[in-house]
Structures are given as C-alpha cells and as structure tokens.
C-alpha cells in the first residue's frame, strides 16, 4: 500500500513487464502491485508495455492531422451521422461535469470496423457497426491515417487484454475468470484535441469537466502538454497527472467498480489546458463484451454481507452512462 507521501509525489509507475511472462510469480508481483494501486484510486502509470514507440508516435501524428482539416471536412464525419457512436465530435459538445460548461475538446471516436450488414449490426447490438474514415487525400499528414488507427486499436486491445487479465490475478481469480467478459470484447478508441485553456474561461469550463469513466479499463495516451488532473479520494485533492515519456496512464471506469462492489475504485478526474498550446491525448475505453453479465464478485463480498449493486449487463450498464453525459 501506498503511503500518502508518495501519492501526493504523484500517481504508482508499474512495470507491467512481468504480465508477459510465462513465470507465475513474475505475473504475481504485477498483480499484487495492481491490487494495492486499484484499492486506493484505481490511476496508475505503466511501462514496459510492449507497444511500439513508432505506432503511438504515428497515431498521434495522424491524430493532429485529423484536427487540422477545415471544420467542413471534420463535420462530414459526424458522429451524430452514425447510429453507433463513430465519427467527429465538436467543441462542446459533451459535458463529462454535471453543471458545468460544456468540455473544451473535439474528438473522433472508432472502434472495430464492422460492416453495416454484419449479423450484429443487423440486431441493433451497442456501438457496433462500421467506423466514418476521413479523407486520406484530402490532406498529406493524414496518409496511412485508417492503416494506423487500425494498428494502434488492435495492439491497444491487445494490452488492455493482458492487464484485464493481471487484474483477474489481482483479485485472487484465476488469470481466465475474465475470459467471457474479453470475449467479443467492444472498445472505442477516441482521439482528442483540447484547444488553450482561454485568458478568461467562463466559470467552471475545462477541457475535459470532473467525471469517471464508464467501462472496465483506460488506457490514456497523452502528449508533452499536462493539464490531466486526479482527485485523490482521500483527500479530495486534485493530483497532477503529468507526462511520462513512454507511459500509459491506465484507470479504471465504472463497470469496474460496480463488478468489485466498490473494492476498486473508478477516481474522478479532468483536464484543464493550461499549457498554452494545443493539446492531444489519445484515450483507449475497454469496455467487455456487451452481453456479459456484471455482477459482484466472489472475492469481493465480505462473509454474510449483501452486494451493492444489481447485476447488468455490460450493454446496459454504458447505455446508462452515455445518457447521462449526452443528454
Ligand atoms: O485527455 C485526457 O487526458 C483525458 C481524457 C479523458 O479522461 C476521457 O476521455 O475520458
Ligand atoms: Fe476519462
């Protein structure tokens, strides 16, 4: 466990190294780490993740390119044109902070490439279906863009895989106990764009307003510029989350909290741009396979005592969520 010095130093740094390797206890010196982090606030840093530096540098580059075009060609891609939540997102319009002005960012959101008559498609299931591309013509640094989304998704998935299964571990489960939430598991990639926090902001207006998020795990890239921010559930202080070269920052979200009745935690957090420049992050959601069944673990019930929450599935469960910030 952590002692409040160190918390206060900033969010653990976990070499996840071990999650990769066929040594039990390499894997469970990884978990045992996890489970002390994910107790306290559920944020951490990771390394040695094994995603190559090229294919974030690339994601990233073709990410800025994306947000350059003129506001025309972005808004060809509306995610409002798409029944599955794929597409370009303007300034403002979400706000993660109940109360709050609307968030300062624009976004694109993807995810797995599904062709509109694929039989899961046809049944209506939630956030799936097929992505909007931009026009790789239509400016050069977004040559290779869909090739590079595409590659960044899956060795994203990928990790997100390894450290959902480090985190069964973490629950004294076996590494499989997850197997049939990973299984068709659904995630979104979302790229994003914070302009300079402005000289005089209306009260409360923030990049990205104070929220949790929805699913299992986060997976956050983000570049030089700072501004991320987590509130210690302890203190209720707010923790400087800066850049660490080479570093994901990785959290948990609702779903995870719900599914360990509160053992983990999913922390608030936020992003205020006061960098003076452009900002760009690249969030990863890993959200589980959307009929799975989330209900209180077995290791996370005391003896005798009542689960918090009811069982949902995992479609319902993000449902809830996306209304509520939406509208
Ligand atoms: O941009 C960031 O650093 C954080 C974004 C975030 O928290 C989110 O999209 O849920
Ligand atoms: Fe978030």
Not at 175 to 196: C, I, V, W
Not at 227 to 248: E, F, M, N, T
Not at 272 to 293: A, K, M, Q
Request: proline share 8%; aromatic share 10%; hydrophobic share 40%.
């Amino acid at each position: 466990m952590q002692s409040n010095d160190e918390l206060k130093a900033g969010l653990p740094i976990i070499d996840i190294g071990g999650l990769a390797d066929a040594d039990p206890a390499a894997q469970r010196r990884v978990a045992d780490h996890l489970r002390a982090v994910c107790e306290r606030h559920g944020f951490f840093y990771v390394v040695n993740h094994g995603v190559p530096a090229e294919l974030i540098g690339a994601a990233f580059a073709r990410a800025e390119a994306f947000f350059d075009q003129h506001d025309a060609a972005k808004l060809a891609l509306d995610k409002r044109l798409s029944a599955c939540n794929r597409g370009y997102e303007p300034l403002r319009a979400q706000t993660l902070e109940a109360g709050a002005p609307p968030d300062l960012k624009e976004g694109f959101y993807l995810g797995e490439d599904v062709p509109a008559d694929d039989p899961r498609v046809l049944a209506g299931r939630f956030n799936t279906g097929p992505n909007q591309w931009p026009d790789e013509a239509a400016q050069p640094g977004l040559a290779g863009f869909r090739d590079t989304m595409q590659a960044y998704f899956a060795a994203a998935y990928a990790l997100a895989t390894r450290i959902t299964r480090g985190l069964a571990l973490s629950l004294d489960l076996p590494a499989a106990a997850f197997d049939d939430y990973l299984d068709g598991a659904s995630a979104t990639l979302r790229l994003l764009h914070y302009p300079p926090q402005p000289p005089n902001p209306a009260p409360g207006e923030k990049g990205c307003g104070a929220h949790t998020d929805f699913g299992g795990i986060t997976l956050l890239l983000q570049d030089d510029s700072g501004g991320l921010q987590v509130r210690d559930p302890a203190s209720g202080d707010w923790i400087d989350a800066p850049p660490v070269p080479g570093s994901y920052v990785v959290n948990l979200g609702d779903l995870f909290a719900r599914w360990t009745n509160d053992r983990y935690r999913s922390t608030l957090h936020r992003v205020i741009n006061r960098s003076g420049r452009e900002r760009h992050s690249i969030p990863f959601f890993f959200t589980g396979n959307p009929d799975y069944l989330v209900r209180c673990l077995p290791t996370c019930l005391a003896a005798g005592a009542e689960p918090r929450y009811a069982p949902v599935t995992v479609e319902q469960h993000l449902r809830e969520c996306y209304e509520r910030t939406y509208g």
